[in-house]
Protein backbone atom coordinates (compact mmCIF):
# COMPACT_ATOMS: atom_id res chain seq x y z
CA UNK A 1 0.00 0.00 0.00
CA UNK A 2 1.50 3.30 -0.87
CA UNK A 3 1.61 6.32 1.43
CA UNK A 4 -0.16 8.61 -0.53
CA UNK A 5 -3.25 8.79 -3.23
CA UNK A 6 -2.12 10.66 -6.09
CA UNK A 7 -3.05 13.85 -4.79
CA UNK A 8 -0.83 13.65 -1.82
CA UNK A 9 -3.23 13.12 0.58
CA UNK A 10 -2.56 10.58 2.89
CA UNK A 11 -4.96 7.15 2.93
CA UNK A 12 -7.41 6.42 5.04
CA UNK A 13 -8.51 3.34 5.99
CA UNK A 14 -12.81 3.58 5.67
CA UNK A 15 -15.07 0.88 6.06
CA UNK A 16 -18.32 2.57 6.75
CA UNK A 17 -18.89 6.24 4.84
CA UNK A 18 -20.75 8.94 6.42
CA UNK A 19 -23.50 8.03 4.50
CA UNK A 20 -23.39 4.62 6.12
CA UNK A 21 -22.27 2.55 3.06
CA UNK A 22 -19.91 -0.39 3.98
CA UNK A 23 -17.16 -0.55 1.65
CA UNK A 24 -14.64 -3.78 1.16
CA UNK A 25 -10.99 -3.31 1.90
CA UNK A 26 -8.24 -6.00 1.15
CA UNK A 27 -6.61 -5.40 3.84
CA UNK A 28 -8.60 -5.27 6.46
CA UNK A 29 -11.85 -7.44 6.20
CA UNK A 30 -14.77 -6.86 8.61
CA UNK A 31 -15.82 -10.25 10.04
CA UNK A 32 -18.90 -9.14 12.03
CA UNK A 33 -22.58 -10.22 12.57
CA UNK A 34 -25.86 -8.06 12.95
CA UNK A 35 -25.73 -9.15 16.88
CA UNK A 36 -22.09 -7.83 17.12
CA UNK A 37 -23.40 -4.31 14.84
CA UNK A 38 -26.08 -3.66 17.09
CA UNK A 39 -24.21 -4.22 19.86
CA UNK A 40 -21.64 -1.90 18.83
CA UNK A 41 -24.70 0.46 18.28
CA UNK A 42 -26.11 -0.16 21.25
CA UNK A 43 -22.02 0.85 22.99
CA UNK A 44 -21.39 4.36 21.04
CA UNK A 45 -25.22 5.33 22.14
CA UNK A 46 -24.65 4.57 25.62
CA UNK A 47 -21.15 5.68 26.62
CA UNK A 48 -22.10 8.57 24.50
CA UNK A 49 -24.77 9.35 27.31
CA UNK A 50 -22.09 8.43 30.08
CA UNK A 51 -20.66 11.22 28.63
CA UNK A 52 -23.36 13.92 28.42
CA UNK A 53 -24.64 12.89 32.26
CA UNK A 54 -20.54 13.48 33.58
CA UNK A 55 -20.73 16.83 31.92
CA UNK A 56 -23.63 17.68 33.46
CA UNK A 57 -22.67 16.49 36.67
CA UNK A 58 -19.90 18.66 36.18
CA UNK A 59 -22.18 21.38 35.60
CA UNK A 60 -24.09 20.65 38.87
CA UNK A 61 -21.32 20.97 41.22
CA UNK A 62 -20.89 17.34 41.12
CA UNK A 63 -17.69 16.06 39.31
CA UNK A 64 -14.53 18.43 40.10
CA UNK A 65 -13.84 17.81 36.26
CA UNK A 66 -14.52 15.59 33.07
CA UNK A 67 -12.87 14.93 29.76
CA UNK A 68 -15.36 14.49 27.39
CA UNK A 69 -15.18 11.76 24.74
CA UNK A 70 -17.77 13.16 22.31
CA UNK A 71 -17.26 12.43 18.92
CA UNK A 72 -14.55 9.87 19.53
CA UNK A 73 -17.07 7.41 20.62
CA UNK A 74 -16.00 5.30 17.57
CA UNK A 75 -12.39 5.09 17.91
CA UNK A 76 -12.69 3.74 21.30
CA UNK A 77 -15.58 1.14 21.18
CA UNK A 78 -13.95 -0.31 17.89
CA UNK A 79 -10.85 -0.57 18.80
CA UNK A 80 -11.77 -2.27 22.23
CA UNK A 81 -14.16 -4.43 21.03
CA UNK A 82 -11.14 -5.83 18.94
CA UNK A 83 -9.64 -7.11 22.40
CA UNK A 84 -9.55 -10.14 24.42
CA UNK A 85 -9.68 -10.63 27.90
CA UNK A 86 -6.18 -11.83 28.37
CA UNK A 87 -5.15 -8.29 26.85
CA UNK A 88 -4.28 -5.10 28.28
CA UNK A 89 -4.86 -1.40 27.63
CA UNK A 90 -3.19 1.64 28.53
CA UNK A 91 -5.53 4.52 28.62
CA UNK A 92 -5.10 8.50 29.03
CA UNK A 93 -8.01 9.82 30.35
CA UNK A 94 -10.65 10.51 28.24
CA UNK A 95 -10.81 6.64 27.47
CA UNK A 96 -14.29 6.39 28.52
CA UNK A 97 -14.91 3.82 25.65
CA UNK A 98 -12.58 1.77 26.41
CA UNK A 99 -13.40 1.79 30.28
CA UNK A 100 -16.67 0.69 29.28
CA UNK A 101 -16.03 -2.20 27.10
CA UNK A 102 -13.44 -3.36 29.43
CA UNK A 103 -16.44 -3.59 32.11
CA UNK A 104 -15.12 -0.43 34.53
CA UNK A 105 -19.04 0.72 35.88
CA UNK A 106 -19.18 4.19 34.67
CA UNK A 107 -19.65 5.75 38.52
CA UNK A 108 -16.22 4.36 38.45
CA UNK A 109 -14.53 6.95 36.23
CA UNK A 110 -17.41 9.31 38.11
CA UNK A 111 -15.59 8.83 41.22
CA UNK A 112 -12.17 9.72 40.16
CA UNK A 113 -13.51 12.83 38.45
CA UNK A 114 -15.32 13.38 41.80
CA UNK A 115 -12.11 13.28 43.32
CA UNK A 116 -13.20 10.38 45.92
CA UNK A 117 -11.12 8.09 44.49
CA UNK A 118 -7.29 7.52 43.27
CA UNK A 119 -8.19 5.51 40.29
CA UNK A 120 -11.55 3.27 40.44
CA UNK A 121 -10.81 -0.06 39.58
CA UNK A 122 -8.57 -3.29 39.64
CA UNK A 123 -6.41 -3.13 36.39
CA UNK A 124 -6.02 -7.01 36.71
CA UNK A 125 -9.55 -7.21 36.85
CA UNK A 126 -10.30 -5.10 33.99
CA UNK A 127 -6.71 -5.49 31.44
CA UNK A 128 -7.37 -1.82 31.74
CA UNK A 129 -4.81 -0.01 33.52
CA UNK A 130 -5.94 3.13 35.60
CA UNK A 131 -5.99 6.87 33.41
CA UNK A 132 -2.57 8.65 33.24
CA UNK A 133 -2.61 12.76 33.27
CA UNK A 134 0.79 12.90 32.11
CA UNK A 135 0.76 13.26 28.74
CA UNK A 136 2.24 9.78 27.04
CA UNK A 137 3.60 8.42 30.21
CA UNK A 138 1.18 5.62 29.42
CA UNK A 139 3.06 4.79 25.80
CA UNK A 140 6.26 3.80 28.06
CA UNK A 141 4.13 2.17 30.62
CA UNK A 142 2.37 0.28 28.09
CA UNK A 143 6.10 -0.79 26.18
CA UNK A 144 7.45 -2.25 29.18
CA UNK A 145 4.26 -4.29 29.89
CA UNK A 146 4.34 -5.72 26.86
CA UNK A 147 7.82 -6.82 27.09
CA UNK A 148 7.06 -8.18 30.14
CA UNK A 149 4.34 -10.01 28.26
CA UNK A 150 7.09 -10.79 25.89
CA UNK A 151 9.26 -12.48 28.04
CA UNK A 152 6.99 -14.12 30.21
CA UNK A 153 5.84 -15.97 27.04
CA UNK A 154 2.26 -15.25 26.94
CA UNK A 155 1.99 -14.10 23.26
CA UNK A 156 1.55 -16.48 20.45
CA UNK A 157 -1.81 -17.05 18.52
CA UNK A 158 -4.09 -17.46 21.47
CA UNK A 159 -1.97 -15.39 23.85
CA UNK A 160 -1.83 -11.94 25.02
CA UNK A 161 -0.79 -8.53 23.67
CA UNK A 162 -0.97 -4.65 24.78
CA UNK A 163 -2.73 -1.40 23.37
CA UNK A 164 -1.99 2.19 24.95
CA UNK A 165 -3.97 5.06 23.39
CA UNK A 166 -3.08 8.48 23.57
CA UNK A 167 -3.64 12.01 21.58
CA UNK A 168 -2.21 13.83 19.35
CA UNK A 169 -0.29 16.30 21.47
CA UNK A 170 1.44 12.93 23.18
CA UNK A 171 3.66 12.87 19.81
CA UNK A 172 5.20 15.60 20.87
CA UNK A 173 6.86 14.12 23.99
CA UNK A 174 10.08 12.10 24.39
CA UNK A 175 8.17 9.75 26.17
CA UNK A 176 6.36 8.58 23.19
CA UNK A 177 9.08 8.17 20.88
CA UNK A 178 11.34 6.54 23.27
CA UNK A 179 8.17 4.02 23.48
CA UNK A 180 7.83 3.61 19.79
CA UNK A 181 11.84 2.71 19.64
CA UNK A 182 11.70 0.49 22.40
CA UNK A 183 8.92 -1.29 21.03
CA UNK A 184 10.49 -1.55 17.78
CA UNK A 185 13.97 -2.74 18.69
CA UNK A 186 12.26 -5.48 21.37
CA UNK A 187 9.50 -6.17 18.43
CA UNK A 188 7.40 -5.62 21.49
CA UNK A 189 3.75 -6.86 21.42
CA UNK A 190 2.36 -3.03 21.47
CA UNK A 191 -0.22 -0.86 19.37
CA UNK A 192 0.13 1.78 19.59
CA UNK A 193 -3.42 3.58 19.31
CA UNK A 194 -3.25 7.36 18.82
CA UNK A 195 -6.71 9.57 18.39
CA UNK A 196 -5.88 12.34 16.54
CA UNK A 197 -8.59 14.18 17.52
CA UNK A 198 -7.07 17.33 16.27
CA UNK A 199 -6.54 19.44 19.31
CA UNK A 200 -3.88 19.61 21.78
CA UNK A 201 -6.17 21.29 24.06
CA UNK A 202 -5.67 24.48 21.72
CA UNK A 203 -2.61 23.27 19.68
CA UNK A 204 -3.46 21.84 16.47
CA UNK A 205 -1.36 19.11 14.67
CA UNK A 206 -0.13 21.41 12.39
CA UNK A 207 2.01 23.15 15.16
CA UNK A 208 3.12 19.43 16.12
CA UNK A 209 4.71 18.00 13.08
CA UNK A 210 5.52 18.64 9.67
CA UNK A 211 4.22 14.96 8.34
CA UNK A 212 1.50 12.93 8.87
CA UNK A 213 1.42 11.55 12.25
CA UNK A 214 0.77 8.08 11.27
CA UNK A 215 3.82 8.34 9.49
CA UNK A 216 6.19 8.51 12.18
CA UNK A 217 6.37 4.78 12.87
CA UNK A 218 8.19 4.11 9.65
CA UNK A 219 11.59 5.93 11.20
CA UNK A 220 11.16 3.56 14.22
CA UNK A 221 11.02 0.44 11.72
CA UNK A 222 7.17 -0.73 12.34
CA UNK A 223 3.55 -0.39 10.39
CA UNK A 224 1.70 2.56 10.55
CA UNK A 225 -1.81 3.20 8.98
CA UNK A 226 -3.92 5.88 9.35
CA UNK A 227 -7.99 4.98 10.04
CA UNK A 228 -11.16 6.73 9.54
CA UNK A 229 -11.46 7.48 13.32
CA UNK A 230 -15.30 7.94 13.30
CA UNK A 231 -16.31 4.58 11.54
CA UNK A 232 -16.25 1.81 14.50
CA UNK A 233 -15.94 -0.64 11.90
CA UNK A 234 -12.49 0.09 10.38
CA UNK A 235 -11.41 0.78 14.55
CA UNK A 236 -12.40 -2.15 14.74
CA UNK A 237 -11.04 -4.63 11.72
CA UNK A 238 -7.46 -2.92 11.53
CA UNK A 239 -6.95 -3.09 15.52
CA UNK A 240 -7.85 -6.62 15.38
CA UNK A 241 -5.56 -7.70 12.95
CA UNK A 242 -2.92 -5.19 14.38
CA UNK A 243 -3.42 -7.07 18.03
CA UNK A 244 -3.54 -10.50 16.09
CA UNK A 245 0.01 -9.26 14.63
CA UNK A 246 1.16 -8.45 17.72
CA UNK A 247 0.21 -11.22 19.46
CA UNK A 248 2.18 -13.77 16.97
CA UNK A 249 5.30 -12.11 17.15
CA UNK A 250 5.32 -9.24 14.23
CA UNK A 251 6.23 -6.24 16.94
CA UNK A 252 4.10 -3.21 16.96
CA UNK A 253 2.26 -1.34 14.68
CA UNK A 254 0.91 2.26 14.97
CA UNK A 255 -2.72 3.11 14.25
CA UNK A 256 -3.81 6.74 13.86
CA UNK A 257 -7.48 7.06 14.32
CA UNK A 258 -8.37 10.52 12.23
CA UNK A 259 -10.90 11.86 14.28
CA UNK A 260 -12.39 15.15 16.07
CA UNK A 261 -12.92 16.18 19.70
CA UNK A 262 -16.61 17.76 19.37
CA UNK A 263 -16.34 19.20 22.98
CA UNK A 264 -14.13 20.98 24.82
CA UNK A 265 -10.70 19.73 25.89
CA UNK A 266 -12.63 19.48 29.46
CA UNK A 267 -14.93 21.32 31.16
CA UNK A 268 -12.61 23.60 31.87
CA UNK A 269 -11.57 25.14 28.85
CA UNK A 270 -13.63 26.91 26.16
CA UNK A 271 -12.87 26.05 22.56
CA UNK A 272 -14.21 29.21 21.22
CA UNK A 273 -11.45 31.06 22.12
CA UNK A 274 -9.43 28.85 19.53
CA UNK A 275 -11.36 26.95 17.13
CA UNK A 276 -14.19 28.36 14.46
CA UNK A 277 -17.87 26.84 14.56
CA UNK A 278 -17.61 25.94 11.27
CA UNK A 279 -15.05 23.65 11.99
CA UNK A 280 -17.25 21.57 14.45
CA UNK A 281 -20.19 21.32 11.91
CA UNK A 282 -17.80 19.73 9.35
CA UNK A 283 -17.32 17.56 11.69
CA UNK A 284 -20.75 16.81 13.02
CA UNK A 285 -21.55 15.68 9.37
CA UNK A 286 -18.88 12.49 9.98
CA UNK A 287 -20.76 11.44 13.42
CA UNK A 288 -19.87 8.20 14.14
CA UNK A 289 -23.22 7.33 15.78
CA UNK A 290 -25.11 8.78 12.57
CA UNK A 291 -23.13 6.54 10.17
CA UNK A 292 -23.96 3.47 11.99
CA UNK A 293 -27.92 4.07 12.71
CA UNK A 294 -27.87 4.83 8.75
CA UNK A 295 -25.64 1.44 7.60
CA UNK A 296 -28.31 -0.70 10.17
CA UNK A 297 -31.40 0.79 8.84
CA UNK A 298 -30.32 1.13 5.31
CA UNK A 299 -29.36 -3.01 5.71
CA UNK A 300 -32.56 -3.64 7.76
CA UNK A 301 -30.53 -4.83 10.57
CA UNK A 302 -32.49 -3.25 13.18
CA UNK A 303 -35.83 -1.23 13.29
CA UNK A 304 -37.79 1.42 15.41
CA UNK A 305 -38.00 -1.29 18.22
CA UNK A 306 -34.68 -1.47 18.39
CA UNK A 307 -33.21 2.08 18.47
CA UNK A 308 -36.33 3.06 21.08
CA UNK A 309 -35.06 0.33 22.65
CA UNK A 310 -31.70 2.04 23.12
CA UNK A 311 -32.48 5.51 23.83
CA UNK A 312 -34.74 3.75 26.77
CA UNK A 313 -31.54 2.02 27.99
CA UNK A 314 -29.83 5.26 27.54
CA UNK A 315 -32.42 7.29 29.83
CA UNK A 316 -32.06 4.40 32.44
CA UNK A 317 -28.26 4.62 32.61
CA UNK A 318 -28.41 8.37 32.75
CA UNK A 319 -30.87 8.13 35.94
CA UNK A 320 -28.90 5.54 37.50
CA UNK A 321 -25.57 7.80 37.07
CA UNK A 322 -27.06 10.41 37.86
CA UNK A 323 -28.24 9.15 41.73
CA UNK A 324 -24.99 7.01 41.94
CA UNK A 325 -22.73 10.18 41.30
CA UNK A 326 -24.25 12.05 44.36
CA UNK A 327 -24.44 8.73 46.58
CA UNK A 328 -20.68 8.06 46.31
CA UNK A 329 -18.90 8.04 49.77
CA UNK A 330 -16.02 10.49 50.65
CA UNK A 331 -12.95 8.96 51.65
CA UNK A 332 -11.55 9.16 55.38
CA UNK A 333 -8.84 11.76 53.95
CA UNK A 334 -5.85 9.23 55.83
CA UNK A 335 -7.02 6.64 53.05
CA UNK A 336 -4.66 8.24 50.82
CA UNK A 337 -1.79 6.38 52.87
CA UNK A 338 -3.24 3.21 52.19
CA UNK A 339 -2.69 3.10 48.28
CA UNK A 340 0.95 4.04 47.91
CA UNK A 341 2.55 1.41 48.57
CA UNK A 342 1.47 -2.36 49.61
CA UNK A 343 3.96 -2.79 52.47
CA UNK A 344 4.28 -0.11 55.43
CA UNK A 345 7.07 1.85 56.05
CA UNK A 346 8.49 4.46 58.68
CA UNK A 347 8.49 7.38 56.50
CA UNK A 348 4.72 6.99 55.60
CA UNK A 349 3.64 6.49 58.88
CA UNK A 350 5.34 9.60 60.01
CA UNK A 351 3.91 11.26 57.21
CA UNK A 352 0.34 10.11 57.72
CA UNK A 353 0.61 10.73 61.93
CA UNK A 354 1.64 14.56 60.85
CA UNK A 355 -1.37 14.50 58.17
CA UNK A 356 -3.33 12.82 61.41
CA UNK A 357 -2.67 15.61 63.69
CA UNK A 358 -3.38 18.70 60.73
CA UNK A 359 -6.63 17.24 60.63
CA UNK A 360 -7.40 16.78 64.52
CA UNK A 361 -6.04 20.95 64.30
CA UNK A 362 -9.43 21.81 62.49
CA UNK A 363 -11.51 19.84 65.05
CA UNK A 364 -9.51 21.44 67.82
CA UNK A 365 -10.33 25.11 66.55
CA UNK A 366 -13.68 23.94 66.29
CA UNK A 367 -13.78 22.84 69.82
CA UNK A 368 -12.45 26.39 71.70
CA UNK A 369 -15.17 28.13 69.19
CA UNK A 370 -12.67 29.40 66.52
CA UNK A 371 -13.49 29.69 63.11
C1 LIG B 1 3.70 15.89 30.62
C2 LIG B 1 2.52 16.81 30.54
N1 LIG B 1 2.63 18.01 29.97
C3 LIG B 1 1.58 18.83 29.87
C4 LIG B 1 0.37 18.47 30.38
C5 LIG B 1 -0.84 19.41 30.26
N2 LIG B 1 -1.78 18.86 29.28
C6 LIG B 1 -2.92 18.23 29.68
S1 LIG B 1 -3.81 17.67 28.38
C7 LIG B 1 -2.71 18.29 27.26
C8 LIG B 1 -2.94 18.12 25.78
C9 LIG B 1 -2.93 16.69 25.32
O1 LIG B 1 -3.36 16.61 24.00
P1 LIG B 1 -3.54 15.24 23.28
O2 LIG B 1 -2.36 14.35 23.54
O3 LIG B 1 -3.85 15.52 21.86
O4 LIG B 1 -4.78 14.54 24.00
P2 LIG B 1 -6.31 15.02 24.04
O5 LIG B 1 -6.49 15.86 25.26
O6 LIG B 1 -6.60 15.75 22.79
O7 LIG B 1 -7.11 13.77 24.16
C10 LIG B 1 -1.65 18.93 27.91
C11 LIG B 1 -0.53 19.57 27.21
C12 LIG B 1 0.27 17.21 31.02
N3 LIG B 1 -0.87 16.76 31.54
N4 LIG B 1 1.34 16.38 31.07
MG1 LIG C 1 -5.67 15.64 20.91
Known sequence: MSDNTAHGEPELV????????????????LEIGPEDIR?????????????TEAVALQRQGELGLWASL??????????????????????????HGVAWVRGVEPKALLGMWR?????????????????????????????GYAMGVQRDGATGEDGSAV?????????????TSEAFNFAAVNNAPVVFFLQNNQWAISEPPERQARVPLYRRAAGFGFPGVRI?????????????????QAREGQGPMLIEAFTYRMGAHTTN??????????ELEEWKAKDPILRLRAHIQQQ??????????????ADRLGERLRSECRSLPDPDPLDIFHEVYAEPNTQLDLQRAEFADYLASFEDAGAEGGR
Open 39 to 51: GLYRDLVLVRRVD
Open 228 to 244: DGNDVFASLAVTRKAMQ
Open 269 to 278: DDPTRYRVAA
Open 163 to 175: IVYFGDGATSQGD
Open 14 to 29: QLLTPDGELIDHPDYP
Open 115 to 143: GVSNGGWDPAQHGLQLYTIVIGSQTLHAT
Open 70 to 95: LGQEAAQIGSARALRPQDTAFPSYRE
Open 300 to 313: GLGDDDFFTEVENE
